[in-house]
């Protein structure tokens, strides 16, 4: 049996969903998390998580992916939000009167009781005809009850209120105080929320940069345990020679070494999932339409790119919101430029060494990628973009919820650090101490020192002119941790550039394509022929503003 976890977007279908499947599928205060179905089966249910819709007359590439599955349904788990049921029950009364057995679940009863509302669900499901449930606990034992013949999936037919435009709601349900809150009317102000904004963003790289902070200290003390205190117990116990060499320079100098940034992403992923589950970044959305559309985008770029800051790959999938591929192309093409969480270890180990205070030209490294992406957008084509969303209410989020979603991150980081970045170490340790006979030699006879050596003029009139920090840059290609595990794995004593060759290095990683995931998802999302064109544009201005970086600082 398929069930269909349909509704408006951001009701708390995805929560619903991670609920009865236990799943982990990613969840926010905001409009369009869900781009695309996803799908859990539970024994006899195959359970299938939509995005969230208005109406079948598709609106967006993903509200017709949500039309499709429910169409194909045995049972629609239709989910409303109690704080706008009014508006929920419009795609309600659409979907029974397509004679779909139909449950209604409805959430955020505590906000609705907060605000002095109320809800009968009986009423409500008379009114309707269909079962309605309020918590996970009795609807888990109606599809308990679905599998073993106790419960038919019929429609109440003797009942149909359901199919009037205008339900006498009154008896099953008060919306409460609906006027907006002080917090509401603040973020709601264009000059506040860009400036909570901006000053979020400043103080999130304080916090994780300036010297003495919680992420610069807690940096070091897990550099310290890792690269120090494990290293040498390692070392007091394996013999000097390559298994020594493998665990110690390849594994806890590589992949161990960009675990050390752990405590700096987690300050990262800390900030930017208070601006999701607040609700603020809604808020930015809406405020912010009209400066998107200077840039041929809408206000739904604001959750595109801010969630480029955690992953591009992800942040590429969100542009399924799109109402036209075309916009959807211009978004793609912005992302690459803005750092995601990767690219955070990569311009501390060049630039740390540099600097005392790395907060500023980091800080300055970011809102620049911001700005080419704008620029991006703007070049990419022309169009224009209308902006639907549901904009969340502004309250501060539940702590248990703001923990469970950095862990969830920090979770995924360091399985990626463990699988990935662990994998490409012990290779390229490998290809760094045999030669192409198998034979073990020194570092600069190796099969690595040699396949390299031919990218070296590439890179050189950036200021890197050692072959090794030519092959950070081009593993960067797999994934940006990479780039750090490398340069930790291979010089160890640092990469030792000057300032014109780090910021060159630096600019360079900032404007070149991003990993081989965010490709991958580019390709699904506008087309291999496009993703190609946007790789090698690029590429080639990632090259040419890194050369012209090195002269301007080499003067």
């Known amino acids: 049996m398929k069930v269909v976890l349909a509704g408006n977007p951001n009701a708390g279908k995805t929560t619903l969903f991670n609920a009865l499947t236990k799943s982990r599928l990613k969840t926010g205060n905001w409009h369009g998390v869900t781009t695309r179905p996803a799908y859990k089966t539970r024994g006899d249910i195959t359970f299938a998580d939509v995005p969230g819709m208005y109406s079948f007359n598709g609106y967006s590439m993903e509200e017709n992916s949500a039309a499709e599955e429910i169409r194909s349904a045995d049972l629609v788990i239709n989910v409303a939000d109690g ?55 009795p609807l888990k034992e109606f599809l308990k009850n679905i599998k073993s013949g106790e419960n038919k999936l019929k429609i ?21 105080n609906c006027s907006l809150t002080r917090a509401e009317k603040l973020f709601y102000n264009k000059y506040f929320a860009l400036f909570f904004f901006i000053f979020s963003v400043i103080l999130m790289f304080f916090m994780a940069f300036f010297p003495g902070m919680p992420g610069d200290a807690l940096k070091n003390l897990t550099e310290e345990l890792i690269s120090v205190k494990l290293r040498g117990a390692v070392e007091g116990v394996l013999p000097a020679g390559k298994v020594r060499s493998l665990v110690c320079d390849g594994i806890i100098g590589g992949a161990g070494g960009v675990l050390s940034f752990v405590p700096q992403l987690a300050v990262l992923y800390l900030f930017l999932t208070l601006l999701d589950e607040s609700g603020a970044m809604s808020a930015l ?45 211009r978004a793609v093409a912005a992302l690459a430029y803005i750092p995601c969480g990767a690219k955070m270890p990569v311009f501390l180990t060049l630039l740390s060494p540099l600097f005392s205070n790395p907060f500023p030209v980091i800080t300055a490294f970011y809102f620049a990628g911001i700005a080419l992406s704008f620029a991006a957008c703007y070049f990419a084509g022309r169009g224009e973009e209308e902006l639907l969303s549901e904009v969340a209410p502004v309250a501060l989020p539940s702590p248990v919820t703001i923990l469970k979603k950095l862990f969830f991150y920090i979770k995924g980081f360091i399985i990626k650090v463990a ?60 994934a940006k941790e990479n780039v750090a595990a490398t340069i930790a794995m291979l010089m160890p004593g640092g990469a030792g550039l000057d300032i014109a060759g780090a910021l060159a290095a630096s600019a360079f990683l900032l404007m070149c394509p991003a990993c081989i995931s965010a490709f991958s998802a580019s390709c699904r999302e506008v087309g291999a022929k496009t993703t190609l064109i946007y790789f090698a544009f690029q590429l080639v201005t990632a090259f040419i503003a890194a050369y012209l970086v090195h002269i301007l600082f080499s003067l």
């Not at 508006?87 to 505590?110: E, P, Q």
């Not at 209120?161 to 009154?170: F, R, T």
């Not at 969100?318 to 075309?326: L, Q």
């Open 285 to 329: 959305s809406f405020i912010t339409d009209g400066v998107f559309a200077k840039v041929h985008l809408s206000g739904r770029a604001a959750f595109s790119l801010v969630s480029g800051f955690g992953c591009t790959a992800a942040a590429i999938l969100t542009t399924r919101g799109f109402t036209s591929s075309s916009t959807q192309k």
């Open 156 to 176: 109440n037919a003797k009942n149909s209120a359901h199919l009037s435009p205008a339900l006498p709601l009154n008896e099953a349900y008060y919306a409460g």
């Open 83 to 137: 704080l706008t049921l009014r508006n929920s029950l419009s795609l309600t009364r659409t979907i029974i009167s397509m004679n779909k057995s139909v449950v209604l679940y409805v959430t955020k009863l505590k906000e609705l009781k907060r605000r002095g509302g109320r809800l009968s669900a009986s009423a409500l499901s008379r009114m309707l005809g269909v079962p309605v449930f309020t918590e996970i606990k």
């Open 419 to 478: 699988t990935a970045v662990l994998l490409f170490c012990v290779v390229s340790w490998v290809l760094s101490n045999f030669t192409f006979t198998l034979a073990p030699c020194a570092l600069e006879e190796s099969m690595l020192a040699q396949i390299s050596r031919f990218l070296t003029p590439l890179f050189a009139p950036m200021g890197l002119n050692d072959w090794r920090l030519s092959y950070a840059m081009i593993s960067g290609f797999a």
